[in-house]
């Protein structure tokens, strides 16, 4: 199995910037697929953006041009840069990686961190 563990969230009120974090406890054989979802209070887990393990990225249209993406694959680590915060942002922020090739101790699949809280307000 793999372990993610993200980092990263706080306060920050709107318009301002914050930085979130997700490093895995294992370095995911490539082709992989590393992202971020979101949670708000009494709603679904959506999707935020993700980043290949080529460095092809894709965003949700709520985020484009304000959020970006990125991964350190020597680190195991994927990064996600949130600019111009808005309240509606505020979520429980997950880290994914969707690992397709079958390595030993880790499964072909979906595994999650446990969330990092991002609230945006004044």
């Known amino acids: 199995q793999v372990q993610l563990v993200e980092s990263g969230g706080g306060l920050v009120q709107p318009g301002g910037s914050l930085r979130v974090s997700c490093a895995a406890s294992?370095?995911?054989?490539?082709?992989?697929?590393m992202g971020w979802y979101r949670q708000a209070p009494g709603n679904g887990r959506e999707l935020v953006a993700t980043?290949?393990?080529?460095?092809?990225?894709f965003y949700a249209d709520s985020v484009k041009g304000r959020f970006t993406i990125s991964r350190d694959n020597a680190k195991n680590t994927v990064f996600l840069q949130m600019n111009s915060l808005k309240p509606e942002d505020t979520a429980v922020y997950y880290c994914?990686?969707?690992?397709?090739?079958?390595?030993?101790?880790?499964?072909?699949?979906?595994?999650w961190g446990q969330g990092t809280q991002v609230t945006v307000s004044s």
């Open positions: 994914n990686v969707h690992v397709i090739i079958r390595q030993i101790g880790v499964p072909p699949g979906d595994y």
């Open positions: 294992k370095r995911i054989v490539s082709p992989n697929i």
């Open positions: 980043i290949t393990s080529g460095e092809s990225t």
